[in-house]
T-cell receptor, first 113, second 113 residues
Framework: NAGVTQTPKFQVLKTGQSMTLQCAQD?????MSWYRQDPGMGLRLIHY???????DQGEVPNGYNVSRSTTEDFPLRLLSAAPSQTSVYFC????????????FGQGTRLTVV | AQSVSQHNHHVILSEAASLELGCNYS??????LFWYVQYPGQHLQLLLK??????LVKGIKGFEAEFIKSKFSFNLRKPSVQWSDTAEYFC???????????FGTGTRLLVSP
């Protein structure tokens, strides 16, 4: 039972490069979201999706793009990486059934130089 | 605006000491509350959750938390910590339904053997 799978685990980018962080879940969850974790700031919501074809912005969406073409996948795109996007990124999924918790992936540690 | 406050940023305890980590939230409606733990280099794992009913909830590994609505608090407790409890602990709040989570800034716990 894989749960939520994120790739890659580590990535170094140069300023201005673009890349996609992958997230897949095999639990048939409706809701998926991306968070970034920065020291002293906890986790902050970047973008989320309540179902295939539906996405919305979270607290810190600037510089990121998402799409949800299938229930299983929710990729996060960095369009033009900046050093301020150096962070640990977590993908999470929730079933959408009332009173259930979010399940998190292992995280992607991204460094932008 | 919804927010979660964790007032203890760093806590150092000796093994067998008792633990209480504070968490206060700000939200006028019905909330769901969570404590997640992140062991070094790992993803977030759910410790316990509160949705409704008995305000004293028990989680894994001997942790418990008490929801006090009048104080907007959801403090985490453990009567006797172990070295293996060394981790970062996050309190989080979600409103009903989607579980778009708002996290506190986290508390780093170091348990010395």
């Amino acid at each position: 039972n894989a749960g939520v799978t994120q790739t890659p685990k580590f990535q170094v980018l140069k300023t201005g490069q673009s890349m996609t962080l992958q997230c897949a879940q095999d639990m048939n969850h409706e809701y998926m979201s991306w968070y970034r974790q920065d020291p002293g700031m906890g986790l902050r919501l970047i973008h989320y999706s309540v179902g295939a074809g539906i996405t919305d912005q979270g607290e810190v969406p600037n510089g990121y793009n998402v799409s949800r073409s299938t229930t299983e996948d929710f990729p996060l795109r960095l369009l033009s990486a900046a050093p301020s996007q150096t962070s640990v990124y977590f993908c999470a999924s929730t079933s959408g059934v009332m009173n259930t918790e979010a399940f998190f992936g292992q995280g992607t540690r991204l460094t932008v130089v | 605006a919804q927010s979660v406050s964790q007032h203890n940023h760093h806590v150092i305890l000796s093994e067998a000491a008792s633990l209480e980590l504070g968490c206060n939230y700000s939200y006028g409606g019905t909330v769901n509350l969570f404590w997640y733990v992140q062991y070094p280099g790992q993803h977030l794992q759910l410790l316990l959750k509160y949705f409704s009913g008995d305000p004293l909830v028990k989680g894994i590994k001997g942790f418990e938390a008490e929801f006090i609505k009048s104080k907007f608090s959801f403090n985490l407790r453990k009567p006797s910590v172990q070295w293996s409890d060394t981790a970062e602990y996050f309190c989080a709040m979600g409103n009903t339904g989607f579980q778009k989570l708002v996290f506190g800034t986290g508390t780093r716990l170091l348990v010395s053997p």
